[in-house]
């Protein structure tokens, strides 16, 4: 399984966003850019999706930029991850891929659609408890308590 980059550079451009915010900085396409190292082109792409999505507000001017919409602990990952992409796994896809519908789609006891489901809904469980505020920590400690809330309750 993979995300795309585009997925990738916009939650990097919220949390970028996210210190920022703290201190009341918006920041500009080219500021973005250079500390980010994304092209200013694809920054300005995945900066309008996520203003679209009304987690970004953009203010012309000399003084202007980007500023996120919201404080970052209202800003939700599994939101901004509908915004930024699609789902892994969509109801639609046996439809939309199997060369041979007598096989899967028409069956109703597909064991592979169930297990991309269980997939799908795992990760929606872990994205829809998140938010931006709680990407905005260090490696180790997000990991640390990520792995409390999600794999120990697993082992419970």
């Known amino acids: 399984m993979k995300f795309t980059s585009h997925e990738e550079y916009g939650l990097r451009l919220l949390v970028r966003l996210g210190y920022a915010h703290n201190t009341d900085v918006g920041l ?12 200013e082109h694809n920054v300005a792409k995945i900066l309008r999706v996520l ?19 919201r404080k970052p602990n209202e800003i939700n990952i599994g939101d901004v991850m509908n915004v930024l992409g699609n789902k892994f796994f ?20 597909c064991s592979i659609r169930s297990f991309w489901k269980i997939l799908q809904t795992s990760i929606d469980k872990v ?3 998140l938010s931006l ?22 082992v419970s």
């Open 90 to 109: 969509e109801s639609t896809y046996c439809e939309n891929h199997s060369p041979d519908l007598s096989i899967c789609s028409n069956t109703p006891d």
């Open 28 to 39: 500009t396409i080219p500021e973005i850019s250079k500390k980010e190292n994304i092209t």
């Open 127 to 129: 994205m829809d408890s």
């Open 51 to 69: 203003r679209l999505g009304g987690f970004l507000q953009s203010e012309r001017g000399r003084t202007g930029g980007y500023t996120l919409s």
């Open 133 to 154: 505020q709680d990407l905005m920590v260090s490696e180790n400690f997000f990991y640390e308590e990520a792995n409390k809330k999600f794999i120990s309750e697993e």
